[in-house]
């Protein structure tokens, strides 16, 4: 008889477990404090950047909250807080992964090293690393570029890539980093640089923001192509089934199709410039067969 406490405990845990199963992890964190952290970018156009209010807006953020209504329903929290953490290059990874945000809602490539660190969603664009330069600057190529100087931004991996294009090339420039991508490209709208390098994506965006767009144009060539996904915590398998059904979803159902259409075709926020930047048949391929296989 004093054994059945011990075996009704059991019984309650082994009952309890598929509910802990659940909300462990990210799921739990949210569940407890009734908030969900997005890391965002303030000048990522089009992807995440803040309006002329100050309000985090882009392609990224759309699909995000996306997943945050599909945590609102798991964990039945209708009322679910939003809180909004401004993040950079060099911080986002660190940041998610000592808990601070639970969804990285920028422009983050999906890359096998920093899957060491973090997980990604479902990747949801293809960009190429190209760079943008004036048009008055008789630049038609990256072998251009020998002996001036270019800008990038700190944390993104533009850096090693067109470190490797020089060592190939025997390609001599000098490198100057902004801290993010609007003051990496202030730096060639000020002729302080011949260039900047970054994922075509970005420097349309920058570009199209910009006072004169008509001045700018991308170079053709392309140092490589590259997967965008939301970043998200290692080792959290709940958290990170739910984001990859929920981005899926919107692939399969044609959705994503819409919210491309939005931020790429579309005239955007603040100023209602257009990117005019067509979906490539890389990125449909991705929405065909979604996948969170890094580079």
């Not at 209708?78 to 993040?87: A, D, E, G, S």
């Not at 490589?224 to 398998?237: A, H, N, T, V």
């Not at 005239?267 to 257009?274: S, Y």
Request: charge should be positive; include cysteine; glycine fraction near 6%.
């Amino acid at each position: 008889m004093k054994s059945l406490p011990s075996i009704a405990l059991a019984s309650l845990v082994v009952a309890a477990s598929p509910v802990l199963a659940q909300e462990s992890g990210t799921l739990e964190k949210i569940r407890a404090s009734k908030t969900i952290t997005i890391g965002n970018r303030d000048a990522s156009i089009p992807f995440s950047y803040t309006d002329g209010s100050g309000v985090p807006v882009g392609y990224a953020i759309d699909i995000c909250m996306k997943v945050v209504d599909a945590v609102k329903q798991k964990l039945n929290l209708p009322n679910l807080q939003i809180k909004f953490q401004t993040v950079t290059s060099q911080n986002r990874i660190p940041l998610v992964v000592n808990g601070t945000v639970d969804l990285e809602c920028g422009s983050t490539t999906n890359s096998m090293v920093r899957q060491e660190q973090v997980a990604f969603g479902p990747s949801y664009i293809m960009v190429g690393v190209s760079a943008a330069v004036k048009k008055s600057s008789g630049i038609n190529s990256f072998a251009d570029l020998a002996g001036k100087t270019i800008s990038t931004t700190t944390g993104t991996t533009s850096i090693p890539l067109l470190r490797a294009y020089r060592k190939n090339d025997n390609l001599e420039v000098r490198e100057v980093y902004g801290k993010d991508h609007s003051d990496s490209f202030l730096l060639l709208h000020a002729d302080r640089v011949s260039a900047f390098v970054m994922d075509d994506v970005l420097l349309a965006g920058q570009i199209a923001a910009s006072p004169k767009p008509g001045d700018y144009k991308i170079l053709p060539e392309v140092l490589r192509q590259e997967p965008y996904g939301i970043m998200l915590r290692k080792d959290d398998p709940q958290f990170k089934g739910l984001v990859d059904v929920t981005i899926k979803d919107l692939m399969k159902s044609g959705k994503i199709n819409e919210l491309y259409a939005k931020w790429f075709t579309s005239p955007i926020p603040p100023r209602g410039v257009n990117l005019n930047f067509p979906m490539t048949e890389a990125t449909r391929d991705l929405y065909r067969h979604p996948t969170d296989k890094g580079i």
